[in-house]
C-alpha cells in the first residue's frame, strides 16, 4: 500500500459513511467514557469493531482500538497474527484501514464449512456405496 494518500484510503473503506460494506452502527458514543464506535462488516461474514474513547488502548492518545468478531459472532484474536491474544490498539487511521484490508481478505468460513460438508458427504456416499473414500 506504499504510496496511497489517506485521502484514497478514506474512499477505500469510507469510514464516514460505510460504503463498501455494511455497517451496524454509525459513529456513536459506547456508552463509556466520551468516545465513540463504529462497526463494520465485510462480504466473508468478519465484523471490525473500530473504538475510541478514554478506556480503549490508545483512545488518550487519540488512536483507534478494533476487535475482530467472526461470522458467528466469536471475538477472534489470531486470525490475522499468530500470536494476537487481545484487541488491536493503538492504531493510527493508516493501521486502521491496513488492518480492515487484511481482515477483508480472510476466507468467508461459512463457505469453508459448507465445501467441508460437501466433500464429507460426497465420502460418506461413497463409503455406503461400497467405494473407498
Excluded at 48 to 55: L, M, P, T
Excluded at 73 to 99: H, N, P
Excluded at 118 to 132: H, I, M, N, V
Amino acid at each position: 500500500m506504499m504510496g496511497i494518500s489517506d485521502r484514497t484510503l478514506h474512499n477505500r473503506y469510507d469510514i464516514v459513511s460505510g460504503r463498501g460494506g455494511r455497517v451496524n452502527d454509525g459513529w456513536k458514543p459506547p456508552h463509556i467514557n466520551n468516545g465513540f464506535r463504529r462497526s463494520y462488516v465485510f462480504k466473508n461474514g468478519y465484523e471490525v469493531s473500530i473504538v475510541w474513547h478514554d478506556g480503549s488502548y490508545g483512545g488518550s492518545a487519540c488512536l483507534f482500538e478494533v476487535a475482530i468478531i467472526d461470522p458467528y459472532g466469536a471475538f477472534v484474536y489470531d486470525v490475522i497474527e499468530k500470536d494476537q491474544c487481545d484487541v488491536y490498539g493503538w492504531l493510527d487511521f493508516y493501521g486502521v484501514v491496513v488492518l480492515m484490508g487484511k481482515v477483508e481478505a480472510l476466507p468467508d468460513p461459512r463457505k469453508l464449512s459448507q465445501t467441508y460438508a460437501s466433500d464429507t458427504e460426497a465420502q460418506l456416499r461413497e463409503l455406503l456405496e461400497g467405494g473407498e473414500a
